[in-house]
């Protein structure tokens, strides 16, 4: 029932702020009316990895596309590294195909040198716009102050470390996510926030908890102080790799007592101007791809 109702939710949002094709199921539907497009782009996120059966959709390589047709990628990420063999000679055979690869982590960026593939490194497109667009979208800010986390994956530091920075700093502590089975975690449960809620969430807590690459982009973006607990699951070369580029790997929790962390102070200002050049880069990538 929770994924029915999310996915009602973001198709109601979809439809008012993008314009869609229509629906395909499968690949095999895809290859036999695919739809017509100057540019074919894959991009962003995790899209040349596993999907939740564990299988590999070669959608995501475009496979589909017509013979000769315009094949691009903007910020794309493998999410874990390893393609079993058994999709891989296939799989790499539809990238050589494209006519310019752009990633958004360095680890991909590597991975496919090793492959032979030549790729430029881009940022996510949620950092295309500045902090101050996204805050123009935004819902009116939450009543007082607060720490927030949003978890994606099921380590239990990130719920209990927040639970002490909350306590060590005396505010409440709030929990958002589109995952109904969190409401039995810590914090006050806030569930399936509209994206206009979930950016004032993310641009007003006092500090934010997380372990997502996407928390991670959005609080560095507006400006919001944040302590980083990485996943343990493979995927933490998305959320390494932007902390990086701004010179924040600091706020990388090494110790579940360090509540001081979240106090840390963080120079903006270095970091906005850091963005902000890497903005305008890969804006002109991106220009540049599409419009040859």
């Not at 990238?95 to 590597?110: C, Q």
């Not at 790799?241 to 903006?268: G, M, W, Y």
């Amino acid at each position: 029932p929770e994924t029915r109702v999310a996915g009602k939710r973001f198709a109601r949002e979809r439809s008012q702020l993008l314009k869609m094709s229509p629906h395909y199921a499968s690949l095999e539907e895809l290859k036999a009316n695919p739809p017509k497009a100057d540019v074919y782009m894959t991009g962003s996120d995790q899209v040349w990895g596993p999907i939740s059966s564990g299988a590999y959709d070669l959608s995501y390589a475009l496979e589909f596309a017509p013979e000769g047709s315009r094949r691009i990628s903007y910020a794309a990420s493998f999410g874990k590294k390893n393609i079993p063999d058994s999709v891989r000679p296939r799989f790499l055979e539809d990238l050589r195909a494209y006519e310019a690869v752009f990633v958004r982590e360095d680890a991909a960026r590597e991975q496919l040198a090793s492959w032979g593939i030549e790729a430029g490194q881009v940022v996510d497109p949620t950092l295309l716009l500045d902090g101050e667009a996204w805050r123009r979208m935004a819902a009116p800010a939450p009543k007082g102050e607060y720490i927030l986390v949003y978890q994606i994956h099921s380590d239990p530091t990130v719920g209990q470390y927040a639970v002490k920075v909350a306590k060590k700093l005396g505010l409440p502590l709030i929990r958002i996510s589109a995952s109904l089975h969190q409401a039995s975690r810590e914090g006050k449960f806030k569930w399936l926030p509209t994206l206009a809620e979930f950016l004032s969430y993310v641009d007003n807590a006092a500090c934010l908890v997380t372990d997502s690459f996407h928390g991670t982009a959005f609080a560095i973006n507006l400006n919001t102080p944040l302590v980083e607990v990485l996943p343990k699951n493979g995927t933490s070369s998305r959320n390494v790799s932007i902390l990086r580029l701004t010179d924040l790997t600091d706020r990388v929790l090494q110790n579940l007592d360090d509540v001081e962390l979240a106090s840390k102070q963080i120079d903006f200002g270095r970091v906005n101007d850091v963005m902000g050049a890497e903005r305008e880069k890969s804006l002109a990538q991106l220009k540049s791809m599409i419009e040859e």
